[in-house]
């Protein structure tokens, strides 16, 4: 069964940066690209980044380029979001995805002095 | 970046109606390799998005057959027939054939 857990969300201040992990089980990890996807309160839901299985190739919206990064562990299944210089509008829950086809159940992160 | 409009922005039906949600994207979905990569999720109330369709027209693992979907190059369609109380939530396309992917706006199915 395909899992995939969220952590390292919470409250932190705007300019501050925050790390977010997503453990994955039940599948093959290095063989597929995962990505993270965002869900402010009360919107819908944004594609962030994507990382390809290698981890060889990152893909970002522009909202977040170079304040981002995205990255994997293959050898620990685990797929990271480095998130600095964060502001407020970068509040929302954050989702780990295999493709869109399986979801973390999220973690939030709240900007907020 | 590609748009991606969804309608109705919500609908309320009654247990055993069918419905039928439709996703226009502003270019064609369709990737160099062949494929149209479109996907439709549910966002059950409180809950994390699953995967219903993906590539237009395929049922994810586990999903009922009552929901089907439909379409191509640039206007697609989710349908689901005899709606089920399970069913209520909100509906979302997304596209992931062009980066940034981009989803649509979301369509808010109640229960009558």
């Known amino acids: 069964e395909v899992q995939l857990v969220e952590s390292g969300g919470g409250l932190v201040q705007p300019g501050r940066s925050l790390k977010l992990s997503c453990a994955a089980s039940g599948f093959t990890f290095s063989n597929y690209y995962m990505a993270w996807v965002r869900q402010a309160p009360t919107k819908g839901l944004e594609w962030v980044a994507s990382i390809t299985n290698s981890g060889g190739s990152t893909y970002y919206r522009d909202s977040v380029k170079g304040r981002f990064t995205i990255s994997r562990d293959n050898a620990k299944s685990t797929l990271y979001l480095q998130m600095d210089s964060l502001r407020s509008e970068d509040t929302a829950t954050y989702y780990c995805?295999?493709?869109?086809?399986?979801w973390g159940q999220g973690t939030l992160v709240t900007v907020s002095s | 970046d590609v748009v991606m409009t969804q309608t109705p922005p919500s609908l309320s039906v009654a247990i055993g109606q069918s419905v039928s949600i439709s996703c226009k994207s502003s270019q064609s979905l369709v990737h160099s390799d062949g494929k149209t990569y479109l996907n439709w999720l549910l966002q059950n109330p409180g809950q994390s998005p699953k995967r219903l369709i993906y590539q237009v027209s395929n049922l994810g693992s586990g999903v009922p057959d009552r929901f089907s979907g439909t379409g191509s190059e640039k206007d697609f369609t989710l349908k689901i027939s005899r709606v089920e109380a399970e069913d209520l939530g909100v509906y979302h396309c997304?596209?992931?054939?062009?980066?940034?992917?981009?989803f649509g706006s979301g369509t808010k199915l109640e229960i009558k």
């Open positions: 997304v596209q992931a054939t062009h980066v940034p992917h981009t």
């Open positions: 995805s295999l493709q869109f086809a399986y």
